[in-house]
């Protein structure tokens, strides 16, 4: 009877446990199949049961063609004939990278001990918008077809775009558009692959010009403008920048006056959000020429001019003199290296001191580059210090320059020995011999006494305790500096808050300024340069959805994932359309970047 019992509870426990699991049903859907490369895609994510599941990790799916914004979450529960069903949902907004019939998923969860999986979804992404307004009848045929990516756009431009290794190319990106536009953000920072790279500028905020493009007038902001230095010969590419804004919606008939009224309002009017992306531009880059390469030439490209100085050129023996070598120029001036100094019998030179300015004119990167050295004569006479040359390849002229100073001559005076010997007002015959024993000491009789042993003084047994204490302590500090040098996940680790802190002192100095735009700036990449640093992540292109995202594999809780995402959003919004920040809204952005430092400080 028992065993018959035992096997009976088994199959109502597993009958149980396969009902909750076929109660449970995910699904995953969009709002269109087909849309314009520019158009938002809504990804629903839902997951449906007849109880309520509580707490659940987020979804696995993969959307690396898409610019992903969100997820947003919600929760309702329904009950129909007495059967009430929980579900929750997850909705996403998704820009496409490219055209072409992209894949989305499938999405997989576990809930439970069970996995469960959506299926695949497939949409088209066309050039443009992916219908026309259906109230386009035969009364607007005549009319040209307005289209969005003619209207508004992200170009970008270069210079140049076959060019030598070490050859400034110069990209600029710029926002082109003919009607009114909010809330305009970066969405992907442009990579650069086997360049150099100087940044020239980057917008703050929108400042437009006009400029016509092929007849057509438009608004033009420039975004971000950068030098680029290719390191080797190759095919190469400037990437992609993307930003997102929002455009108000064409109302297709005349509303009432209170909606006519609002229409033109950014937080009343009706907008759509989209995402603009930048073509990438191909540059070819040509190895530098053997024939012709002189033995100085360093790597340097570019235009110099080369300034030589020696002061003082009459000194005593022993003396230091200066020597300033002055390379200035446009180009890389990181390649341009310190010029090899032809040494002379009875001098002694050491590794010169490098001072570096930069400077940018009409576009072109460049500077100046100071190498002092100092030489010390060891003998009196004439001395003769070769030319200096310095070597740099012209890719204007397609052709290697070697630029040389005159002959440097420097005439020393007597001899170190000499010099040292009437410094100190010495001669040879100055030393005398005063004695030939050691006459000790003798101290006062009443300093005499008995001493106490040592090893019964407490000073000597607090000694004994704080040696090892002090090797342990010794040990620990040398691994902890080993391993700061030697790991740099640990290193930016430690170091990430007292940055942090660092950053948002500079915020509190614009804060108080009431420079807005600088000071969101400073706010948003002190987070971010912070989380980077915590997660061992590159700053250069981290957005809020990959922030997110790396939050969400650490299991930090979705409230604080909220607020970054908040912070960040609003940064981008007063940085680029600053109208109406108040002193009240910056000092509460800088609280709330404060708290969120302390808190994922204590989560990651």
Sequence with gaps: MMPRVLWLAIWVVCSFNTASAANIEFTATVDRVRLGRAEPLRLTLAIISDENIGHMPAPEISLKDFYVEGPSVSTRMEMVNFNTSFTRELVYVLYAKRTGKINIGPARIAVGGQQYQSKLIQVEVVRGASRQNSRNTANNSAKKEFRLEDNLFVLARSDNNRVYIGQQVTVD???????????VGFK??????????KELFVAQQLESRRETLEGVNFNVAPLR??????????????????????????????????????AGDPFFGRSQSVVLQSESIPIEVLPL?????????????????????????HVAAGDPVTLRVVIEGQGNMAA?????????????????????????????????RTFEYIMIPEQGGMMEIPPVRFAYFDPYAEQYEVLESE???IHSEGSVEEVEAERYGLSRRDIEAVGQDIRHIKPDADALGTDTALYRSWLFWLLQAGLPIAFFALLFWQRHQQRLQGDVAYARQRRAKGEAGRRLQRADELLAVGDSAEFYAAVQAAVLE????????????LTSEACAEALDERGVEDETVVALRDLL?????ARFAPTGVSAANMAEARRLAGDLVERLEERI
């Excluded at 095919?235 to 005349?254: N, T």
Aim: glycine share 10%; net charge negative; hydrophobic share 40%.
């Design 173 to 183: 990106y710029d926002l082109f558009y003919r009607f009114r536009l909010h809330n």
């Design 188 to 197: 992907e920072i442009p990579s650069f692959a086997g360049f150099w790279v």
């Design 225 to 262: 403008r950068v030098a680029l230095f290719p390191t080797s010969a190759g095919d190469y590419e400037a990437g992609v920048l993307a930003v997102s804004c929002d455009i108000p919606q064409q109302r297709g008939r005349r509303g009432s006056l209170l909606e006519d009224f609002f």
């Design 289 to 313: 020429p053997e024939q012709g390469r002189p033995q100085e030439f360093s790597g340097a490209v570019g235009r110099f001019r080369l300034d030589v100085q020696v002061q003082p050129t």
């Design 336 to 368: 341009v290296q310190a010029p090899d100094i032809g040494g002379a019998a009875g001098v002694k030179l050491y590794d010169p001191k490098v001072e570096e300015e930069e400077q940018v004119s009409n576009g072109m990167y460049g500077g100046r």
């Design 407 to 409: 002959l440097i001559f």
């Design 530 to 541: 912070f989380l980077a640093d915590r997660l061992n992540l590159a700053a250069a292109g």
């Design 569 to 573: 959003v609003r940064c981008d919004y």
